[in-house]
Structure formats: structure tokens, C-alpha cells
């Protein structure tokens, strides 16, 4: 084969190898789009353009009609979250980049003139990087990998704000319902206090008796000023997530939390689960492949770094006549100072802290799966609990009291503290069904990935200041 039949078919090779590399049609969503929908029961959808733009417009406030259901909250945010867009810009900037990973280097050309004496030279050169044409199928693998690695991590960000919005549906409401508890409270406690104060006035109740009731009155106004100011920061952290922009005032949600189910759910295989199922051991799967596959090429180019080809054609023309010569430079690094061990090092403990990752991260799912698990239970029992045995108690106690009082039997000291107490477990009720909720989603999680899990409350914890206190 003559030297430019040669070049033509290296010129031919590096050109097929080029029209390989090409852009997916959608950017990688359609990967994303078939887990999320497996995962989360929605749609993942990326706007590039105006049309999609008025198209999510319209999802959005056709959702934003009716009051807001939890699989609604994860649509809007899914269609309107700006920050979830921008990952899946992230993702676009990731195929451009394995695209641009996948593409021969560019041949160079070198031009030279030399004059003197009579005497003019020209030298074209056209160079080749042949290692870097040699390892193509190889980079390009491992681009093709980093960039399958980026649709999970995607997936792995919408997971991540689906969940983040159930949690913050399940908040707000929560925050709600404790308002609303509270108000019809502080109208009780107002009357109370005000039929004291117009037996104070006739002399039928005591001054002691009258402050009592004043002050049951200002210290469930002071509860109330709380609930309503964490209502308004939960409701806000909502309308973060759902991306609302004119709609946060216009959100309209349900008065209650969800019914609590009859009983918790079953699942013995959870952590088995978790470790075949969460997005991010998937994406610690794939960097250690990454890393396996770039450890090789390494080990297989550890002692040449350039080698390039080189195409001559020379012209010489001096007063006697013009010569014409062609030939060929090969220009190879010679591995003196360095032989590859560096770059051999570096990827054997890159490869082993992928590794060491890709377990711990298992050793995690596996820890939080059986967490996440304890945690639904214990606080399905938690909330069965409130709901079956506290407040019936209460609700028989508050019975019994007022019937005591009016009978005169109990003075209204203790008509006040029996209100104290019913006002602190039904409140304690409302925190253990959002507790065991979030619970729910966090099980969720622990099992797909893609959030944190958040660190569980109790219904004492996280009741109102003064809720409990006893007087």
C-alpha cells in the first residue's frame, strides 16, 4: 500500500470514528424520564423550548386548582423547580462532553518556507496523534460510561426533590392542622375566661380564679402565635420546592393529614432492597467501572504518552530547477524520566478508594434501610397509639370534668388544667401522624435514594412550647 493510500485510510478511519460519536435526541432524558417514573410515579421533563415552557405553565395551574394532593405536590415541583431544570442542563453539559471525549484529535498542519542563497524551501507537514487515534474506542467507552453516570445522578436530583416535596407537603399541613386545633382551642379558653371574669364580677369567682383563666387564654394565644409562624415557614419551604412564583399565596391545601393506616407494612427483604434499587450505589457502581476500564488504558499506555505521525512534502527551488521530496517523522517520547509508574499509582489508588466508597455506601444503605424501617414502625405504633388509647382517654376525661364542674364537684383550676392537657395530646397526636408519615417517605428513600434521611422527631419534641406544662 503506497504511503498516501495509507494516509487516505487513516484519514478514512479517524473520520468513521468521528460520525460515531453523535448526540442522543432528547439529551439523555429518556433514561432519566423511564426511572423516575418507575421510581417516583412522575413525570421527569426537561423545557427547552418556549412551547414546552407554556405547556408546563398550563400542568401547573391546572394542578394548582384543586387543593394540593402529595402526588400533585411532586408533579408541579418535578414540572417547575428551576433547580431541577438546571440538572438536567447538567446533564446536557454531560453529553457534550462525552461527545467532544468520543472525537479524534484534529490532525495539525505545519507549513514552513526557508530562503537564502538563491535557495527556496517549503515544508508542509500534516501530524497525526496516533495514541490518541490508537486508545479512541477506549475513551470513548469510558465517555459513554461517565455520561450513563450522569443520567443516574440526574435521577438521583429528581428522586432527591420528590421526596424533599412529599416531606414538605406532610409539613405544611401538619403545621396547618395544629393552627386550626389551636384557634378552636383559644375560643374555649376565651369564653372561659370571660365567664370568670363576669363571675369575678359579682363576686361568684375569685381573683385567682379570674387570672387562671386569663392566663390559660394568653398562653394558648402564645401557642398560637408559634404554630401560625412555623404554618407560614412550612408552607413557604412548600412553594420553594414547587417552584411557585405568583401561585405561593393562591396554594390551597387539605385541612388534615392523611387517615393513619390500620396497620404497618411488612418488609422483610427491605435491605436487600435498598442495596439492588438506590440510584446512588448504582452511580458508585458505575465510577468504579469508570475507574476499572481507565486503569486498564493506563496500564496499557503507561510508557508512551506521544506518539505522533508525521506526513512530509518538501520542495526545493534553487536557479537550476525545482526538487521535489516526500516521506514521513515519527515523533515518540522516550520514558526516561518517567516510565508510567505515576500514572499507574495514581489509578491503582484511584480504583481502590472507588472501591472503598462503592462499601461503604452499601454498608450505608443497608444501615439506613433497617433505620428507615424501625423508624415507619415505631412511629405507625406512636400514632396508632395516640389515636386509640390517648385521646379517647382524654375525651372521656374532658367529659367527666366539665360534668364535674358543672355539678360544682371540681373548681375551675382544675377545668383549666384538664384543658391544658387535652390541647398538649391532641397536639402530640397531629405531630406523631406527621412523624410517621415522614417516616413513610423516608422509608421510601432509604430505599430508592436520592435524599437524605431526616432525622426523626418526636410528638414531645416537636409540640409547642408550654404545651404540656402542667400548672
Same mark, same amino acid.
Given at each position: 500500500?503506497?504511503?498516501?493510500?495509507?494516509?487516505?485510510?487513516?484519514?478514512?478511519?479517524?473520520?468513521?470514528?468521528?460520525?460515531? /460519536?453523535?448526540?442522543?435526541?432528547?439529551?439523555?432524558?429518556?433514561?432519566?424520564?423511564?426511572?423516575?417514573?418507575?421510581?417516583?410515579?412522575?413525570?421527569?421533563?426537561?423545557?427547552?423550548?418556549?412551547?414546552?415552557?407554556?405547556?408546563?405553565?398550563?400542568?401547573?395551574?391546572?394542578?394548582?386548582?384543586?387543593?394540593?394532593?402529595?402526588?400533585?405536590?411532586?408533579?408541579?415541583?418535578?414540572?417547575?423547580?428551576?433547580?431541577?431544570?438546571?440538572?438536567?442542563?447538567?446533564?446536557?453539559?454531560?453529553?457534550?462532553?462525552?461527545?467532544?471525549?468520543?472525537?479524534?484529535?484534529?490532525?495539525?498542519?505545519?507549513?514552513?518556507?526557508?530562503?537564502?542563497?538563491?535557495?527556496?524551501?517549503?515544508?508542509?507537514?500534516?501530524?497525526?496523534?496516533?495514541?490518541?487515534?490508537? *486508545?479512541?474506542?477506549?475513551?470513548?467507552?469510558?465517555?459513554?460510561?461517565?455520561?450513563?453516570?450522569?443520567?443516574?445522578?440526574?435521577?438521583?436530583?429528581?428522586?432527591?426533590?420528590?421526596?424533599?416535596?412529599?416531606?414538605?407537603?406532610?409539613?405544611?399541613?401538619?403545621?396547618?392542622?395544629?393552627?386550626?386545633?389551636?384557634?378552636?382551642?383559644?375560643?374555649?379558653?376565651?369564653?372561659?375566661?370571660?365567664?370568670?371574669?363576669?363571675?369575678?364580677?359579682?363576686?361568684?369567682?375569685?381573683?385567682?380564679?379570674?387570672?387562671?383563666?386569663?392566663?390559660?387564654?394568653?398562653?394558648?394565644?402564645?401557642?398560637?402565635?408559634?404554630?401560625?409562624?412555623?404554618?407560614?415557614?412550612?408552607?413557604?419551604?412548600?412553594?420553594?420546592?414547587?417552584?411557585?412564583?405568583?401561585?405561593?399565596?393562591?396554594?390551597?391545601?387539605?385541612?388534615?393529614?392523611?387517615?393513619?393506616?390500620?396497620?404497618?407494612?411488612?418488609?422483610?427483604?427491605?435491605?436487600?432492597?435498598?442495596?439492588?434499587?438506590?440510584?446512588?450505589?448504582?452511580?458508585?457502581?458505575?465510577?468504579?467501572?469508570?475507574?476499572?476500564?481507565?486503569?486498564?488504558? *493506563?496500564?496499557?499506555?503507561?510508557?508512551?504518552?506521544?506518539?505522533?505521525?508525521?506526513?512530509?512534502?518538501?520542495?526545493?527551488?534553487?536557479?537550476?530547477?525545482?526538487?521535489?521530496?516526500?516521506?514521513?517523522?515519527?515523533?515518540?517520547?522516550?520514558?526516561?524520566?518517567?516510565?508510567?509508574?505515576?500514572?499507574?499509582?495514581?489509578?491503582?489508588?484511584?480504583?481502590?478508594?472507588?472501591?472503598?466508597?462503592?462499601?461503604?455506601?452499601?454498608?450505608?444503605?443497608?444501615?439506613?434501610?433497617?433505620? /428507615?424501617?424501625?423508624?415507619?414502625?415505631? *412511629? &405507625?405504633?406512636?400514632?396508632? &397509639?395516640?389515636?386509640?388509647?390517648?385521646?379517647?382517654?382524654?375525651?372521656?376525661?374532658?367529659?367527666? *370534668?366539665?360534668?364535674?364542674?358543672?355539678?360544682?364537684?371540681?373548681?375551675?383550676?382544675?377545668?383549666?388544667?384538664?384543658?391544658?392537657?387535652?390541647?398538649?395530646?391532641?397536639?402530640?397526636?397531629?405531630?406523631?401522624?406527621?412523624?410517621?408519615?415522614?417516616?413513610?417517605?423516608?422509608?421510601?428513600?432509604?430505599?430508592?435514594?436520592?435524599?437524605?434521611?431526616?432525622?426523626?422527631?418526636?410528638?414531645?419534641?416537636?409540640?409547642?412550647?408550654?404545651?404540656?406544662?402542667? &400548672?
Amino acid at each position: 500500500m503506497s504511503r498516501a493510500r495509507a494516509a487516505a485510510a487513516a484519514l478514512l478511519a479517524a473520520l468513521s470514528l468521528a460520525a460515531c /460519536a453523535e448526540f442522543s435526541p432528547d439529551g439523555g432524558m429518556s433514561v432519566v424520564a423511564e426511572k423516575v417514573r418507575g421510581g417516583v410515579g412522575a413525570e421527569a421533563v426537561k423545557i427547552a423550548s418556549e412551547a414546552d415552557a407554556r405547556r408546563v405553565r398550563d400542568q401547573v395551574e391546572a394542578l394548582l386548582r384543586e387543593p394540593l394532593t402529595p402526588d400533585a405536590a411532586v408533579r408541579i415541583a418535578l414540572l417547575n423547580n428551576r433547580a431541577l431544570q438546571a440538572a438536567y442542563n447538567d446533564l446536557g453539559l454531560s453529553e457534550i462532553a462525552a461527545v467532544e471525549s468520543s472525537l479524534p484529535a484534529n490532525p495539525r498542519i505545519s507549513v514552513s518556507r526557508l530562503a537564502g542563497s538563491g535557495i527556496v524551501e517549503w515544508e508542509v507537514k500534516l501530524l497525526g496523534d496516533i495514541l490518541a487515534l490508537g *486508545t479512541l474506542p477506549a475513551r470513548r467507552e469510558i465517555a459513554r460510561q461517565r455520561f450513563a453516570q450522569a443520567q443516574q445522578a440526574a435521577v438521583a436530583a429528581t428522586y432527591r426533590l420528590a421526596l424533599d416535596a412529599r416531606r414538605a407537603w406532610v409539613a405544611a399541613i401538619a403545621a396547618q392542622e395544629v393552627v386550626a386545633y389551636l384557634e378552636q382551642s383559644r375560643l374555649a379558653a376565651d369564653a372561659t375566661a370571660d365567664l370568670m371574669r363576669k363571675l369575678g364580677e359579682t363576686g361568684g369567682a375569685t381573683r385567682i380564679e379570674q387570672a387562671r383563666a386569663a392566663a390559660a387564654y394568653a398562653e394558648i394565644g402564645a401557642q398560637l402565635a408559634q404554630a401560625r409562624l412555623r404554618a407560614r415557614q412550612e408552607r413557604e419551604t412548600l412553594a420553594r420546592l414547587l417552584g411557585l412564583w405568583d401561585q405561593a399565596r393562591d396554594l390551597r391545601l387539605p385541612p388534615r393529614l392523611p387517615a393513619l393506616p390500620g396497620a404497618a407494612e411488612r418488609a422483610d427483604d427491605i435491605e436487600a432492597e435498598a442495596v439492588s434499587r438506590r440510584v446512588d450505589l448504582a452511580v458508585a457502581r458505575q465510577e468504579l467501572a469508570i475507574v476499572a476500564r481507565s486503569m486498564r488504558l *493506563t496500564e496499557a499506555t503507561r510508557s508512551v504518552s506521544l506518539l505522533e505521525l508525521s506526513g512530509l512534502y518538501d520542495t526545493e527551488r534553487d536557479p537550476e530547477g525545482r526538487t521535489r521530496r516526500r516521506g514521513f517523522e515519527v515523533e515518540l517520547e522516550i520514558p526516561i524520566f518517567d516510565g508510567g509508574e505515576v500514572k499507574s499509582r495514581r489509578e491503582r489508588e484511584t480504583y481502590m478508594r472507588a472501591v472503598n466508597r462503592l462499601a461503604a455506601k452499601a454498608v450505608d444503605a443497608r444501615s439506613e434501610a433497617r433505620g /428507615a424501617y424501625e423508624a415507619y414502625r415505631a *412511629t &405507625h405504633e406512636i400514632a396508632a &397509639h395516640y389515636q386509640n388509647r390517648v385521646l379517647p382517654l382524654r375525651r372521656v376525661i374532658s367529659q367527666e *370534668t366539665l360534668l364535674r364542674y358543672n355539678g360544682m364537684l371540681a373548681d375551675v383550676f382544675e377545668l383549666l388544667v384538664e384543658t391544658r392537657e387535652r390541647v398538649a395530646s391532641n397536639i402530640a397526636a397531629i405531630e406523631a401522624r406527621r412523624a410517621f408519615l415522614l417516616a413513610e417517605i423516608n422509608l421510601r428513600a432509604a430505599v430508592i435514594g436520592g435524599g437524605t434521611i431526616e432525622t426523626m422527631s418526636t410528638p414531645a419534641a416537636d409540640a409547642p412550647a408550654g404545651g404540656g406544662g402542667k &400548672h
